[in-house]
Nanobody, 126 residues
């Protein structure tokens, strides 16, 4: 059974950091690119970052470029999202998802991803 489980969310002050984890099971993890998405209250879900199956290629939304870093450990079937210099506008539920291909596309689009975790809440507030 294919499963993705996010963890690591929480409450952090502006300027702080969090590291999210996405643990996968039930499929051949290192065959697939993995993406992170987020959804703020009242807004559509948006792509944040994507990492290729090997970890050799990554891309980011402009809003997080330079602050967030995606990585993966295929031996642990886990993808990470290191989030630094957090802003209140980063507040959202964060989801990871598996793409049906080993590479990421230039645009991180929900329609390219076929398996989703349940999400983890990130709140940036003083």
């Amino acid at each position: 059974q294919l499963q993705l489980v996010e963890s690591g969310g929480g409450l952090v002050q502006p300027g702080g950091s969090l590291r999210l984890s996405c643990a996968a099971s039930g499929f051949t993890f290192d065959y697939y690119a993995i993406g992170w998405f987020r959804q703020a209250p009242g807004k559509e879900r948006e792509g944040v970052s994507c990492i290729s199956s090997s970890g050799g290629s990554t891309n980011y939304a402009d809003s997080v470029k330079g602050r967030f870093t995606i990585s993966r450990d295929n031996a642990k079937n886990t993808v990470y999202l290191q989030m630094n210099s957090l802003k209140p506008e980063d507040t959202a539920v964060y989801y990871c998802a598996a793409r049906g291909w080993e590479h990421c596309a230039a645009a991180i689009m929900m329609s390219d991803f076929g398996a989703w975790g349940q999400g983890t809440q990130v709140t940036v507030s003083s």
